[in-house]
């Protein structure tokens, strides 16, 4: 049985910093894609981050380039968000998904696993 699961989350002042992990387990945790995504209150899921199963290239959505990374730990199944000069803007409920030999170009339906999500609030 697949689980993954999301920690990290937290209440944190603008221009802090958070980490984000996310546990699979379950599955051969190197195949899989691994994505990021985030829902705001009234607002569509977004992807945020993406890291792929081979070689780790990593994509970040514009309005977190350069603040934001992702990485991987293949050893402890382990994915990474660590999230720096946050804003209220980046409040959501953060979502990790996994889709086996996905390509980071994936629409969201192709994902194959997610998790329950981890709620990340930045206050003003």
């Known amino acids: 049985q697949v689980q993954v699961v999301e920690s990290g989350g937290g209440l944190v002042q603008a221009g802090g910093s958070l980490r984000l992990s996310c546990t699979a387990s379950g599955l051969t945790f190197d195949d899989y894609t691994m994505g990021w995504f985030r829902q705001a209150p009234g607002k569509e899921r977004e992807g945020v981050s993406c890291i792929r199963w081979s070689g780790g290239s990593a994509y970040y959505a514009d309005s977190v380039k350069g603040r934001f990374t992702i990485s991987r730990d293949n050893a402890k199944n382990t994915l990474y968000l660590q999230m720096n000069s946050l804003k209220p803007e980046d409040t959501a409920m953060y979502y990790c998904?996994?889709?086996?030999?996905?390509?980071?170009?994936?629409?969201?339906?192709?994902?194959?696993?997610w998790g329950q999500g981890t709620q990340v609030t930045v206050s003003s």
């Open positions: 998904a996994a889709e086996r030999y996905g390509t980071c170009y994936s629409e969201e339906y192709e994902y194959d696993y």
